[in-house]
């Protein structure tokens, strides 16, 4: 069972920046990503890095957030700079491995002044 520790959230003002991370049990995967969910919302991806260390990102993290991992810590994490309050949200690590998808528990990330 892979288990998956998230940590760096918490409260920051706007433009200011944070840095998520993810620790993985294991350290094979096929990708590893960041999602989010604000309140009321469906979650969303913001985030993927690939076992070979390809990265995509999407709308909401183009120009502002980095994926990147530390392949000897088996781990992933998020640069999230130039922060705003439409950032809020709990973010989730995700692990995908043959066709199965595991979750963390989650971290808050709240945009505020």
């Known amino acids: 069972q892979v288990q998956l520790v998230e940590s760096g959230g918490g409260l920051v003002q706007p433009g200011g920046s944070l840095r998520l991370s993810c620790a993985a049990s294991?350290?094979?995967?096929?990708?590893m990503g960041w999602w989010r969910q604000a309140p009321g919302e469906q979650r969303e991806l913001v985030a993927v890095i690939t076992d070979r260390g390809n990265t995509n990102y999407y709308d909401s993290a183009k120009g502002r957030f980095t994926i990147a991992r530390d392949t000897a810590k088996n781990t992933v994490f998020l640069q999230m700079n130039s922060l705003k309050s439409e950032d809020t949200a709990v973010y989730y690590c995700s692990l995908d491995y043959r066709g199965v998808r595991y979750w963390g528990q989650g971290t808050q990330v709240t945009v505020s002044s």
């Open positions: 294991g350290s094979i995967f096929d990708a």
